[in-house]
């Protein structure tokens, strides 16, 4: 690595996903190429997630790329939200209409559901599709965070009552918080969006927030209840099973992106490079022969040994027997790549049925002797993605502080902090702190409630709720 974290992050952030070959830039400007080892991360969440959507009783389906104007401008609220970022299809037959590359889908999903549905026992209605969402950036676009085609998962769901869909808003939001804590080991804050910041077209959206190392706060996953917005424009309709009337479906959508994969680089890198949690790397342990000529052969075969029995146990485990580097070099490799444990193994070890582990998160060595290896890794790899959590939410908790005036406020920001914060809950207050934080916005109404101050940090009126304030990607 030529750039250090520490010195210029903005640099460094790019740098490493190149260096560590997570993707490249691709010959079309704002998108980027998922290279073998970011899209096995992406296949690791990806396993994570569908196992926890599936559990909640939602089926996977899939849905068109492209979108017909007609249904795109169907919901005058939720188009006008997407207009700045939708990419047309110029090129039609006849008179076909102009079809937009999909920037979300409820449009065509609710199309369909309004076909779909007709009664009570066609419901729940409950769908999820793993695709590419175009959205035709005009900001600068940074690798995962924000580019022109990104991958994504969005669940859409109709329910026969507003109970059921905002038990559904929940669940989704609670299976991104296990997801992003429990494999990702980013601590999050679970909150209710403002207005201003609800997602076009919803009742209201919850999101999971957390800060990234540069003092930005980063949305990493969204769920909205529509209420029965959307069905009234589509008309998704069911026959109730009580009194036989014809009532409108509660729908709702949520979802998470490729940008998790970002989050991760920035939240565990270092100076070396990438650091991965252990559950979501794509290898977990990589062994290196130490040898000489001499010593080639058997030490190959030690190492292959080592390498099936912890297969076997279940630990993603590859051996270097590439013999054009040496091991220093392969040692920085390693660590540049992230991977969470290197086992070193040697005529030495071998001599005494051990093997040498280091730890990418800490640098920590420690002797491990063979009768207990499969053990011992597992152990150290849930050391590492424990510790990678524990040192994640420290500083999220260092770097939260609790402000109660505009001075405060201003203060917190520039020093690159999230802040705490009262509001009155006015949407003019909130303009007015995003104008002279120099783009400061609410993140979330966190769902545990902190009482930081009865007056608004912003202008001074009786406050509502508290808030969570930051400069975002």
């Known amino acids: 690595m030529k750039t250090k974290k520490s010195s210029d992050f903005h640099e460094w952030y790019p740098e490493v996903i190149l260096s560590a070959k997570l993707a490249d830039y691709a010959p079309v400007h704002g998108c ?71 920037p979300t889908s409820e449009t065509v999903i609710y199309y369909m559901y309004s076909k779909w549905i007709r009664s009570h026992r066609d419901l729940p209605l409950k769908l999820n599709q793993w695709c590419n969402i175009v959205r035709w950036e005009i900001k600068q676009t940074r690798p995962f965070l924000r580019t022109r085609e990104f991958l994504w998962q969005e669940g859409h769901t109709a329910h026969a009552t507003q109970e059921e ?57 969204t769920s909205h209840y529509f209420g029965d917005h959307f069905p009234k424009m589509f008309g998704i309709k069911y026959m109730s099973e009580e009194d036989g009337v014809e009532r409108f479906c509660h729908t709702t959508s949520w979802g998470v992106s490729t940008r998790l994969i970002g989050a991760v680089v920035m939240v565990h890198g270092d100076d070396k490079g990438l650091v991965l949690p252990p559950r979501i790397a794509p290898e977990q342990a990589v062994i290196i022969p130490i040898f000489k000529e001499e010593t080639k052969a058997p030490v190959f075969k030690k190492c292959e040994e080592i390498r099936k029995k912890l297969e076997a146990a279940g630990v993603r485990a590859v051996a270097d027997y590439d013999d054009a580097h040496t091991p220093g070099w392969k040692f920085a490799e390693c660590e540049l790549r992230g991977i969470p444990l290197r086992i070193e193994v040697g005529p030495k070890d071998i001599e005494k049925a051990q093997v040498t582990a280091v730890r990418r998160d800490t640098g920590g060595k420690s002797a491990i002797m063979e009768s207990e290896l499969a053990a011992k890794v597992q152990e150290l790899l849930d050391a590492i993605q424990s510790n990678l959590f524990e040192r994640a939410k420290k500083f999220l908790e ?21 802040a705490k914060a009262a509001h009155c809950g006015g949407e003019a207050c909130e303009q007015k702190i995003k104008d002279e934080t120099g783009g400061g916005t609410i993140r979330c109404i966190p769902f545990r409630q902190e009482k930081v101050s009865d007056k608004c940090a912003g202008c001074g009126s009786p406050a509502k709720y508290t808030v969570l304030i930051a400069k975002a990607y």
């Open 165 to 221: 869909a905002e038990a559904q808003v929940k669940d989704a939001l609670n299976a991104y918080v296990d997801l992003i804590e429990g494999e990702l080991a980013i601590p999050v804050v679970a909150g209710r969006k403002t207005k201003v910041e609800t997602f076009a077209g919803a009742v209201y959206t919850t999101a999971v927030e957390s800060l990234m190392p540069d003092g930005r706060a980063l949305q990493m996953g």
């Open 398 to 418: 260092e770097n939260t502080v609790a402000v109660k005036t505009n001075a405060e406020l201003k203060k917190a920001l520039d020093g690159r902090k999230m």
């Open 32 to 102: 980027i190429i998922f290279r073998e080892r970011g899209y096995a991360i992406w296949e690791r969440i990806q396993q994570s997630l569908d196992a926890k959507i599936r559990a909640m009783g939602v089926k996977n389906a899939y849905f068109p790329l492209f979108i017909p104007e007609s249904l795109l401008k169907k919901e005058a609220e939720h188009f006008e939200g997407f207009v700045p970022e939708v990419a047309w299809v110029e090129k039609k037959e006849g008179d076909e209409e102009r079809v937009a590359l999909r």
